[in-house]
T-cell receptor
Framework: ELKVEQNPLFLSMQEGKNYTIYCNYS?????LYWYRQDPGKSLESLFV?????AVKQEGRLMASLDTKARLSTLHITAAVHDLSATYFC????????????FGQGTRLTINP | GAGVSQTPSNKVTEKGKYVELRCDPI?????LYWYRQSLGQGPEFLIY????????DSGLPNDRFFAVRPEGSVSTLKIQRTERGDSAVYLC????????????????FGPGTRLTVL
């Protein structure tokens, strides 16, 4: 059974600092997604990572994938308040139905 | 173009009642998914459709839950004899296709229906 674990689950940080959210998954997968969710809102797609060593960057966020370690990271550089949200990673099974298995989410709070 | 839409945005019902939740996917998307998100948790898969047929319904918690997509576009999630534990946000997503090995297969989520069972 595919399991996805994120850590930390809660993260409070100051503006201007750097930090990393980790996403581990238990079985082989061929794609990994990062989503952002604001309170009371739906999921916004941030990154799709498809291959080992993939790195994607958008603004202050950078995501990477290591399929051998079954690990993805979401790195935040010089955080700003607008990045406060809950971040989810999700993994699709390599064959069969393309349902996503989500991590528990990381609630990120960035303080001025 | 328009994104995934879901109606109603909020639904309050009493225990034992029947509810229907509607999802309108992005035009041209053949794959449609339903997820359920409880407070403070990540979404959990319920069912997915490729076209009109349910290709995987392994996430439906029991036989009170049923979903249809009769014309391969709009889908309705139906919950019979609702229980308080069914309270959650029900999310619908769609993707262009759903095939193993397809490069992106990215799922786009709707705003959700918040179901409260009293």
């Amino acid at each position: 059974e595919l399991k996805v674990e994120q850590n930390p689950l809660f993260l409070s940080m100051q503006e201007g600092k750097n930090y990393t959210i980790y996403c581990n998954y238990s079985t082989t997968s061929d794609r990994l997604y990062w989503y952002r969710q604001d309170p009371g809102k739906s999921l916004e797609s941030l990154f799709v990572l498809l291959s080992n060593g993939a790195v994607k960057q958008e603004g202050r966020l950078m995501a990477s994938l290591d399929t051998k370690a079954r690990l993805s990271t979401l790195h935040i550089t010089a955080a700003v308040h607008d990045l406060s949200a809950t971040y989810f990673c999700a993994v699709a099974k390599i064959q069969g139905a393309q349902k996503l298995v989500f991590g528990q989410g990381t609630r990120l709070t960035i303080n001025p | 173009g328009a994104g995934v839409s879901q109606t109603p945005s909020n639904k309050v019902t009493e225990k034992g009642k029947y509810v229907e939740l509607r999802c309108d996917p992005i035009s041209g998307h053949t794959a449609l998914y339903w997820y359920r998100q409880s407070l403070g948790q990540g979404p959990e898969f319920l069912i997915y459709f490729q076209g009109t047929g349910a290709a995987d319904d392994s996430g439906l918690p029991n036989d009170r839950f049923f979903a249809v997509r009769p014309e391969g576009s709009v889908s309705t999630l139906k919950i019979q004899r609702t229980e308080r534990g069914d309270s959650a946000v029900y999310l619908c997503a769609s993707s262009l296709k759903s095939e193993p090995g397809l490069a992106r297969n990215e799922q786009f989520f709707g705003p959700g229906t918040r179901l409260t069972v009293l």
